[in-house]
C-alpha cells in the first residue's frame, strides 16, 4: 500500500490492537496529568475554554457539566510528553511522510490527540494543507459520513446536512459512504475527501495528516497560497517525477 495513490477510504480492523497505546492511554492515565493544559472546542468547533486534562477527564467520567459537552479537537501531546510517541506503530503509508523531515521550529508535525464525550465531533471539511491522514481509536468509537473530493464554494451547509443524514440512518446514500471506526481500528483518509466526524461514547483517538510522494505537488500549491514558504524546500524535493 505504500506504492500506491490513496484513492478512496481504507478502513482496516484491529490493526493497532498491539500498539502499547491501547494498554497505556487509559482514562486514568490521562486523569493524573495535572499539569498539562487541554483547549476545548464547541460542537462549532470555536475555542472555548483551556483546562488542565485531569480536569476535563474527570468531567467526561461524570458526564456533567459545561465541560462534559465540549471537544478536546487537535491536543498536540508530543510537545509535553515525547514519551508517548513511543506508544504507537507509524501505519506503512506514511513512513515516508515529507513533512516529518521538517524541523519542528520551521513547522510543527500534525499530529494529534482527539478526546470527546458521546456525541461530539468535528463539522464537515477536507484535511489541513490538502494532506492525506490517518486515524486511529483507542477507545470508543468514530462514526464518519465522507465523499470524494468536490468544490462545495456555495452549497456547504446542503451538503454537511446530507451528511448528518448518512449519520444519522447509518447508511450510504448516494455518493456518501458511511464508517464506523471502533476500537483497534486504522481509517486512511485520502487528500480532500470530505468527512463528518461524530463519537459514539467517550472517544479517545489518535491522527496524523501525512504527504506521501504523489501528492506533494498539491500540497506545495496549498503551502504557496496560504504562504507557508518554508514547507517548499521539503515537498519541492520529495515530488514524484
Not at 479537537?73 to 506503530?89: I, Q
Not at 504527504?211 to 496560504?226: H, M, Q, T, W, Y
Request: glycine share 6%; hydrophobic share 45%.
Amino acid at each position: 500500500m505504500s506504492e500506491m495513490m490513496l484513492m478512496s477510504p481504507i478502513l482496516l480492523t484491529g490493526v493497532t490492537l498491539d500498539w502499547v497505546a491501547h494498554r497505556r492511554w487509559t482514562w486514568e492515565f490521562f486523569a493524573g496529568m495535572k499539569e498539562q493544559k487541554l483547549a476545548l472546542s464547541n460542537a462549532n468547533g470555536e475555542f472555548e475554554v483551556e483546562v488542565p486534562v485531569c480536569e476535563y477527564i474527570q468531567a467526561l467520567k461524570s458526564g456533567e457539566g459545561r465541560l462534559a459537552n465540549l471537544y478536546a479537537s487537535g491536543w498536540r501531546f508530543f510537545e509535553h510528553n515525547p514519551d508517548m510517541l513511543k506508544d504507537f506503530n507509524e501505519p506503512i503509508p506514511a513512513v515516508g511522510d515529507l513533512l516529518q523531515s521538517i524541523p519542528e521550529k520551521l513547522f510543527k508535525p500534525l499530529l494529534w490527540i482527539f478526546i470527546g464525550a458521546d456525541c461530539s465531533g468535528t463539522a464537515l471539511h477536507y484535511d489541513v494543507l490538502e494532506t492525506h491522514a490517518w486515524l486511529a481509536v483507542i477507545e470508543g468509537k468514530k462514526r464518519l459520513a465522507l465523499h470524494a473530493p468536490a468544490c462545495w464554494d456555495h452549497e456547504y451547509e446542503q451538503q454537511r446536512a446530507q451528511a448528518l443524514q448518512v449519520l444519522e440512518t447509518r447508511y450510504d446514500q448516494g455518493e456518501w459512504r458511511y464508517l464506523e471506526v471502533n476500537k483497534g481500528d486504522l481509517l486512511y483518509i485520502p487528500a480532500t475527501w470530505w468527512h463528518e466526524v461524530v463519537n459514539e461514547g467517550p472517544t479517545i483517538s489518535l491522527t496524523r495528516n501525512f504527504v506521501s510522494p504523489e501528492i506533494a505537488c498539491k500540497v506545495a500549491n496549498c503551502a504557496r497560497a496560504l504562504e507557508f514558504h518554508q514547507l517548499l524546500p521539503w515537498l519541492e524535493g520529495g515530488m514524484t517525477p
